[in-house]
């Protein structure tokens, strides 16, 4: 029986907290609010409790934060997108942001399993004075546990309408994408941090981005196969390819912390969920 669920999330400013509130069908659901670095940045963890997405499944979230608020979504696991049979199974994620308000974007890594249908999408709508920080993180595979990627296909669509888009379309028999050097260079896992802004953003506050970056990922084992880059006025990046998760995961969260002391002058962010 395929699962369709939707949960909607909106983040308001309210007498100088941000406060969430939610609405869901199907097995979706936002855990209690955390304040651990006070009223103004409302912390959330997003649970999907069958664990994963089979052929069929479709999970939809929406996400809004209003005018001066600043919401920080994470997860308690993996995406996982199982086996199917046939029928594909989705993700969309839409975040919509608006002036001067703040968005934090951090769930952990999705799982390709071998024989998957799957696409997983996110888009984001930033209004002018907006900004958001975030990750994706994708693991194609159990590479530790012998389980390789070795049927099915993986679509990852991350999309900023008008300003950024990438997609990536993974076929597992697609030898030359998966160990060309052009290409994933054998590794199975692929990860972007993005840091995006709803109006272009000051030239010296974009340097900052990047060398706050390229000053964290020269000194880290994953330097070979990391890189920071600016493809846009609004947008700036952070991309890594690495044999496993784990690797990348670290690297990619001390970029966050990096960037959110460079760009928010905000030193505390990591979600207690981290370090339980």
């Known amino acids: 029986m395929a699962w369709h669920a939707q949960l909607d999330l909106d983040y308001q400013l309210e007498a100088g907290r941000t406060v969430a509130r939610y609405v869901h069908s199907g097995p979706l659901r936002i855990l209690q609010s955390l304040y651990p670095e006070g009223d103004a940045t409302c912390h959330n963890v997003l649970v999907h409790p069958p664990g994963g997405l089979v052929g069929g499944d479709t999970l939809d979230l929406n996400i809004s934060v209003a005018t001066g608020a600043h919401g920080l979504v994470t997860t308690p696991g993996a995406t996982r997108f199982y086996r199917s049979d046939g029928e ?22 999705s799982i390709a399993y071998s024989g998957c249908r799957a696409e997983n999408r996110l888009s ?45 379309n993974i076929q597992a028999l697609d030898a030359l994408l998966l160990n060309s050097p052009l290409g994933l260079a054998g590794h199975r896992c692929f990860a972007t941090l993005f840091f995006v802004a709803g109006s272009k953003l000051d030239r010296q506050r974009r340097q900052d981005a990047l060398d706050a970056a390229r000053s964290v990922i020269q000194s880290h084992p994953l330097c070979a196969t ?48 981290w370090t339980t």
Request: hydrophobic fraction near 50%; include cysteine.
């Open 88 to 109: 594909l199974a989705l993700q969309r994620t839409r975040i919509t942001v608006a002036d001067r308000a703040r968005m934090e974007w951090l769930p952990l890594e």
């Open 226 to 273: 990391a890189g920071a880059t600016s493809p846009d006025g609004q947008v700036v990046l952070v991309r890594v390819l690495a044999p496993v998760v784990e690797p990348a995961m670290a690297l990619l969260r001390s970029v966050y912390l990096a960037w959110r002391r460079a760009l928010w002058q905000l030193d505390k962010g990591s979600p207690r969920i």
């Open 124 to 168: 984001v709508l930033m209004e002018p004075g907006a900004e958001l920080l975030g990750w994706d993180v994708t693991a194609l595979g159990l590479p530790a546990a012998s389980q390789p990627f070795a049927s099915g296909n993986f679509c990852q669509h991350l999309e900023v309408p008008g300003v950024w888009l990438e997609r990536a």
